[in-house]
């Protein structure tokens, strides 16, 4: 009798230590709660905090996009004026035996594809240079038509345009139709010269807008250049419009249903929707309790968080989600994603607890066949 209890109290401190071996060897899929709350202070330092109503408040930065006063006072740009760059067509009739440009002296001179240069002047033959830029087809016929009244007797003189080369846009990036375009009457704000390009081709929540114009530079998300007028600010010759993707991702890992790397699929991505975009917890394997995300918060944001104002400089912080709590889930409903943030979600420990039970089922199978032909 007391060599069977001896039996079986050597082979309980076998299990016990097979276990506490076993799993520490096993492979998982990364550190559980208390390793990762325990690794604060590290060699590589960071602070695990909590997710409260007080830090979801504190760690939302506002990262809304908009022009700047520069572009929203730009002047509508008045497509009736000649421009430099332009080309016209301009048409003189004279009036006399002795004509300058025809040598009947009646009928019509067509002199086409008149470039208006660089400094805003056009070149009429015997007249020279006549300011062009600035001035209306009307004023510039009369000018034109003044100078040529001191050469000629009785001109008449209309203008016509070829070409507005002069007033530009380059719109590039997520349109039907990329190109260059003229700044036209009713294409002589953002919104309608995108539609000059055929419109956009993707989801309107995930598209920024930027407008550069020299060295200055401007950006909006497209659904806030529909829902704000003002923001749909007036368009300059030379500048180049550009409607892109949103670019920031996320990265999933641990027991979630797809670990994967993920772009946002919407401006203001909360825990519970990227969570959603892997396919959510695995249900056999996930520690509720341990839905992480790593963050490299800045200066600003981890004084705050961290209610240290002696913080200098980003600081890494793993803010931690309990959803078993009253009032988690809606936490993760509300907490904002940014970008290159790190969703972990923990393995229970029963998980690996499992893992060794299977793993050394067959040596406590074999053990228990030995016994029982060593009985025989």
Same mark, same amino acid.
Request: contains cysteine; neutral net charge.
């Given at each position: 009798?007391?060599?069977?209890?001896?039996?079986?109290?050597?082979?309980?401190?076998?299990?016990?230590?097979?276990?506490?071996?076993?799993?520490?060897?096993?492979?998982?899929?990364?550190?559980?709660?208390?390793?990762?709350?325990?690794?604060?202070?590290?060699?590589?330092?960071?602070?695990?905090?909590?997710?409260?109503?007080?830090?979801?408040?504190?760690?939302?930065?506002?990262?809304?996009?908009?022009?700047?006063?520069?572009?929203?006072?730009?002047?509508?740009?008045?497509?009736?004026?000649?421009?430099?760059?332009?080309?016209?067509?301009?048409?003189?009739?004279?009036?006399?035996?002795?004509?300058?440009?025809?040598?009947?002296?009646?009928?019509?001179?067509?002199?086409?594809?008149?470039?208006? $240069?660089? /400094?805003? +002047?056009?070149?009429?033959?015997? =007249? *020279? &240079?006549?300011?062009?830029?600035?001035?209306?087809?009307?004023? @510039?016929?009369?000018?034109?038509?003044?100078?040529?009244?001191?050469?000629?007797?009785?001109?008449?003189?209309?203008?016509?345009?070829?070409?507005?080369?002069?007033?530009?846009?380059?719109?590039?990036?997520?349109?039907?139709?990329?190109?260059?375009?003229?700044?036209?009457?009713?294409?002589?704000?953002?919104?309608?010269?995108?539609?000059?390009?055929?419109?956009?081709?993707?989801?309107?929540?995930?598209?920024?807008?930027?407008?550069?114009?020299?060295?200055?530079?401007?950006?909006?998300?497209?659904?806030?250049?529909?829902?704000?007028?003002?923001?749909?600010?007036?368009?300059?010759?030379?500048?180049?419009?550009?409607?892109?993707? $949103?670019? /920031?991702? +996320?990265?999933?890992?641990?027991? =979630? *249903? &797809?670990?994967?790397?993920?772009?946002?699929?919407?401006?203001? @991505?909360?825990?519970?929707?990227?969570?959603?975009?892997?396919?959510?917890?695995?249900?056999?394997?996930?520690?509720?309790?341990?839905?992480?995300?790593?963050?490299?918060?800045?200066?600003?944001?981890?004084?705050?968080?961290?209610e240290d104002q002696t913080v200098q400089g980003a600081?890494?912080?793993?803010?931690?989600?309990?959803?078993?709590?009253?009032?988690?889930?809606?936490?993760?409903?509300?907490?904002?994603?940014?970008?290159?943030?790190?969703?972990?979600?923990?393995?229970?420990?029963?998980?690996?607890?499992?893992?060794?039970?299977?793993?050394?089922?067959?040596?406590?199978?074999?053990?228990?066949?030995?016994?029982?032909?060593?009985?025989?």
């Amino acid at each position: 009798m007391a060599r069977t209890a001896s039996r079986a109290f050597r082979l309980g401190a076998l299990l016990t230590a097979t276990l506490v071996l076993g799993a520490c060897a096993l492979p998982r899929g990364g550190p559980y709660v208390s390793e990762i709350e325990a690794g604060a202070g590290a060699a590589l330092p960071f602070d695990v905090v909590e997710v409260t109503p007080q830090v979801l408040a504190k760690a939302r930065m506002d990262e809304r996009l908009g022009f700047d006063e520069a572009f929203r006072e730009t002047t509508v740009e008045n497509t009736a004026l000649v421009n430099r760059g332009d080309v016209l067509s301009i048409t003189v009739w004279e009036n006399s035996d002795t004509g300058l440009l025809n040598e009947s002296g009646i009928g019509a001179t067509v002199l086409p594809s008149v470039k208006v $240069d660089e /400094r805003g +002047f056009v070149h009429v033959p015997y =007249v *020279g &240079r006549v300011r062009a830029a600035g001035r209306s087809l009307s004023q @510039l016929r009369g000018a034109i038509r003044q100078q040529l009244a001191e050469r000629t007797l009785n001109p008449q003189v209309d203008v016509f345009p070829e070409a507005t080369e002069g007033r530009l846009v380059s719109v590039q990036g997520m349109v039907n139709t990329p190109g260059i375009y003229p700044i036209r009457t009713g294409a002589r704000r953002v919104l309608p010269m995108l539609a000059q390009a055929g419109g956009i081709k993707a989801d309107p929540e995930v598209v920024k807008v930027r407008l550069r114009r020299g060295l200055a530079t401007g950006e909006i998300w497209l659904q806030d250049l529909y829902d704000e007028p003002q923001m749909n600010v007036a368009l300059k010759p030379g500048d180049a419009v550009i409607a892109e993707r $949103d670019r /920031r991702i +996320f990265t999933a890992l641990g027991a =979630v *249903g &797809r670990p994967a790397t993920v772009p946002f699929p919407v401006r203001d @991505l909360s825990v519970t929707r990227a969570l959603g975009q892997v396919a959510g917890l695995i249900d056999s394997t996930a520690d509720p309790t341990g839905v992480f995300l790593f963050r490299a918060e800045p200066e600003a944001v981890a004084r705050d968080v961290l209610e240290d104002q002696t913080v200098q400089g980003a600081r890494r912080i793993v803010y931690v989600i309990d959803l078993t709590k009253p009032g988690g889930m809606f936490l993760a409903r509300e907490f904002i994603m940014r970008d290159d943030d790190t969703l972990y979600v923990t393995t229970a420990p029963f998980v690996q607890f499992q893992k060794v039970l299977q793993s050394i089922a067959p040596v406590l199978g074999l053990a228990g066949t030995t016994r029982s032909l060593s009985g025989l």
